[in-house]
């Protein structure tokens, strides 16, 4: 029997407490990846809520009601390597890790998540045995034809045995944007431990909640991302899991993201670098009430700033296209009310979207070179996560006249 699409959660993923405050209802809301095809636009779309709390005990910012991941991750159209930015990030990562934790040859990296297996490429062309595990039945084949083995299953500590008793444990397991969608994460946690070597090293990253507040990212809410992390709630997780936060690093890329690294067992001494992110937590007031319900006032803010732009432009019959279908603009656009009467398309370098239309308004994607051929007056940045790598690879349309919209982190024509 199928179980629900939509569940309600009762009490914290972390700390079990009961009572989550909401404090921001974005939906219902279609699924941000959900693109259609042409057949696909007449049936009916279902909508799903979007409904965000804290819990007061740890801290932990999450959604209150979470959609069945079968409908969100079986059949995946985002892939980081549609991004030269997040490409060359991932190959930075890996060359890290390999010199910070002298690996050897043949070592195993087991990479959760693992999409394309982008990631994991970046180990296995420096002589490690890579294995990645994702839901996406379609980049999972994708990935595997390439070289990069990947198990098609969402993954729980029940699989981490299986691996462990094929592979042997790992030296480094890493999960780079997945941490946040996965309900369980106690049981991420056991899996972790279990796949993971004595001496190994888990290193996940993810969009960190102080920038998404700073800078209202607020279309970094949607159904996929379950948890919004800080690192006070990540200690109190990790001791209920026997392991330790050994390190963080601030990342910049997805608008301000974090790379923890994860060790197994106690720590003797919390790190002077999990310090700091804490005593930065506190003098930012993420565990206080009025910054969420400030946050929620910016969010309104910022939908009557960019809506009154976006009407006082198309009064003047000015042409508006848009920047990167990306599952945030997705966000964006359904939340603020953004159709195809004001966008008359969107253009994404994602060969799986070119030819579908977003999820909602059905605007319809479209290659980046159409921006050049075109010349629309104005182009709404709907990616601003890769502002820099847009704005270079675009530079012909600016020197041409053209111009763009930012959203992040204010609304502004550049
Ligand atoms: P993301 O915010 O979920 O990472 O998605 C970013 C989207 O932007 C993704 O669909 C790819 C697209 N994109 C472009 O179309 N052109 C670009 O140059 C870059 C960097 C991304
Ligand atoms: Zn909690």
Redesign the pocket.
């Known amino acids: 029997m199928q179980t629900k699409d939509v569940t309600k959660v009762t009490r914290c993923r972390i700390c079990g407490a009961s009572g989550l405050k909401k404090f921001l209802s974005l939906g219902p809301l279609p699924t941000p990846n959900g693109y259609l095809t042409t057949n696909q636009l007449k049936q009916h779309e279902p909508e799903y809520p979007l409904d965000i709390g804290r819990c007061k005990k740890c801290g932990l910012v999450q959604l209150t009601q979470i959609v069945r991941p079968d409908i969100m991750f079986t059949n995946y159209k985002?892939i980081?390597s549609?991004?030269?930015?997040?490409v060359k990030h991932f190959d930075e990562m890996a060359s890290e890790i390999i010199n910070e934790f002298r690996l050897t040859k043949k070592e195993l990296v087991i990479d959760i998540g693992s999409n394309d297996g982008t990631l994991l490429k970046s180990f296995k062309k420096r002589g490690m045995r890579v294995l990645g595990i994702d839901p996406a039945e379609n980049l999972a084949k994708i990935a595997t034809k390439e070289g990069v083995p990947t198990i098609p299953e969402f993954f729980t500590s029940k699989l981490a045995k299986k691996v462990v008793k094929k592979y042997g444990k790992a030296k480094v397991v890493t999960g780079t944007n997945v941490v946040a969608h996965i309900a369980n994460l106690v049981d991420l946690f056991k899996g972790v431990e279990l796949l993971l070597a004595n001496d190994g090293v888990f290193v996940a990253e993810f969009p960190y909640l102080v920038d998404l507040l700073d800078n209202v990212e607020f279309d970094t809410i949607y159904q996929e991302h379950l948890s919004y992390f800080s690192i006070k709630p990540l200690i109190y997780l990790m001791k209920r899991s026997g392991l330790h936060i050994s390190d963080v690093r601030k990342q910049d890329v997805?608008g301000g993201s974090i790379r923890v690294f994860v060790k197994k067992g106690s720590a003797k001494k919390m790190a002077d670098s999990v310090k700091g992110f804490l005593a930065l937590e506190e003098s930012k007031n993420i565990y206080k009430d009025k910054t969420y319900k400030e946050f929620a006032d910016s969010v309104e803010e910022k939908k009557n700033q960019l809506s009154n732009l976006l009407r006082i432009l198309k009064k003047s019959n000015y042409k508006i296209v848009g920047?990167?279908?990306?599952?945030?603009?997705n966000i964006l656009l359904n939340y603020f009310g953004i159709t195809n009467k004001t966008l008359d398309y969107i253009?994404?370098?994602?060969p799986y979207?070119q030819g579908l239309f977003t999820p909602g308004h059905h605007i319809s994607i479209v290659s980046?070179s159409k921006i050049l051929k075109d010349m629309p007056d104005y182009v709404l940045l709907l990616?601003w996560?890769?502002k820099d790598?847009?704005l270079k690879?675009q530079n012909a349309y600016r020197i041409k006249g053209g111009k763009f919209i930012l959203i992040v982190p204010d609304v502004e024509i550049i």
Do not use: L
Not at 82 to 86: D, G, L, P
Not at 323 to 329: F, H, N, V
Not at 347 to 350: A, H, K, L, N, R
């Open positions: 985002y980081p549609a991004s030269k930015t997040m997805h920047y990167g279908a990306s599952a945030r603009g253009v994404d370098s994602t979207k980046e990616a996560n890769f790598e847009i690879k």
